[in-house]
C-alpha cells in the first residue's frame, strides 16, 4: 500500500483529532540558562579607571555608618561613574582607643596586593575633601560580611566553591600576616554571590610589630613564590610616602618569619601536605 506524501500522510497515520488536540504548551520546554553568580571585583583590569575615578569624583553626600570604630562614611559619587559609592576614611597618622592607625595604611595595603597579585583589597587611594586628606576605598557590592552571615562557622560555600574558597582564606591570613593587620574581624572579610573573598579596614596594619597574626597550616604556593620576591627596592618608591623606614622593613623582617615557619611545617609534614599548588 502506497500513502500520499507530506501532509496527506502524515494525516492518514496519525488522526487529525489527534493532532489538532496537543497543546503547543505540552511540548517540553527547556528552561533558561541561569545567571552567572556576581562578581563584585570589578576592579580586575579596570583598576587604573577606578582609581582615577577615586581622586576625582566629586564626594555629594556622606552617611555615617554603624559599623567601624573609625567611624568611616559612606560617600555618594556621580551617577553613571565606574562606581556608585566610597568608604571615606579620614584618620591621620596616630594612637586612637590605644591603638596606632592611619588612613594610609588602607592605601599601602591595595598597594601591597596589586604588587602581589592577590585581587582581595579594592581600589584605595587618597584624596582630599574640604582640604583634608583621607583613604576613599571602592565600595564593593554585591557583598556580605562574616558577620551578616552568621560567623565564621556559618560560611559554607557550595561544594564546587570549597576548593577555591579555602585557598582564598589561606592566601588571606598569608597577606595579615604579611602586612601585619592585627585587627581581621568578621565584618572586615567580606564574600560577594561567587564565593570571592574581600578584605576590608587595614588602618591598623604596617607596624613593626613582628609577630604573626594567623597560625598557618597550609602555604598557597604562588603567593608565596611572590612574596619572597619582594625587596627593599622594590617596596621602597610604592610605599615609602605611606609609612618609615622602620615599618617598610618590617615587611620584610615578617616575611623572613614566615619563611622560618613555612620551613618547620614543611619538616614536619612534608611540602605537599604544605603547599597548595
Do not use: C
Not at 492518514?12 to 533558561?32: E, W
Not at 623582617?253 to 605537599?272: E, F, P, S
Amino acid at each position: 500500500m502506497r500513502f500520499p506524501r507530506t501532509a496527506t500522510w502524515l494525516a492518514a497515520v496519525i488522526p487529525a483529532a489527534l493532532i489538532l488536540s496537543t497543546p503547543i504548551a505540552a511540548i517540553p520546554q527547556s528552561p533558561p540558562p541561569a545567571a552567572a553568580p556576581v562578581d563584585a571585583r570589578i576592579w580586575i583590569g579596570r583598576a587604573a579607571e577606578i582609581e582615577e575615578y577615586l581622586k576625582t569624583a566629586p564626594m555629594l553626600k556622606l552617611e555615617d555608618l554603624s559599623v567601624g570604630v573609625t567611624k568611616p562614611k559612606k560617600a555618594h559619587l556621580p551617577p553613571g561613574g565606574p562606581v556608585a559609592y566610597l568608604a571615606w576614611k579620614m584618620l591621620p597618622p596616630g594612637i586612637y582607643n590605644g591603638f596606632w592607625e592611619s588612613y594610609e595604611s588602607e592605601i599601602a595595603a591595595y598597594e601591597l596586593d596589586k604588587m602581589l597579585e592577590l585581587n582581595m583589597v579594592p581600589p584605595t587611594v587618597e584624596k582630599k575633601h574640604r582640604g583634608e586628606s583621607g583613604a576613599a576605598v571602592m565600595w564593593v557590592s554585591p557583598t556580605k560580611s562574616f558577620t551578616d552571615l552568621g560567623g565564621s562557622a556559618a560560611v559554607k560555600p557550595p561544594a564546587d566553591k570549597l576548593n577555591a574558597w579555602n585557598r582564598q582564606v589561606v592566601r588571606a591570613k598569608m597577606f595579615d600576616n604579611l602586612i601585619a593587620n592585627i585587627d581581621p574581624n568578621q565584618g572586615n572579610w567580606l564574600v560577594d554571590p561567587s564565593w570571592n573573598l574581600v578584605l576590608i579596614d587595614h588602618t591598623r596594619s604596617f607596624t613593626t610589630r613582628r609577630e604573626m597574626v594567623h597560625e598557618m597550616t597550609r602555604i598557597d604556593a604562588a603567593l608565596w613564590d611572590r612574596m619572597k620576591t619582594l625587596t627593599e627596592a622594590q617596596l621602597k618608591p610604592v610605599l615609602s610616602k605611606l609609612m618609615g623606614g622602620g615599618e617598610l622593613r618590617a615587611i620584610l623582617q615578617r616575611r623572613d618569619r614566615m619563611q622560618q615557619l613555612i620551613d618547620a611545617l614543611v619538616k614536619a609534614k612534608g611540602a605537599d601536605a604544605v603547599f597548595i599548588k
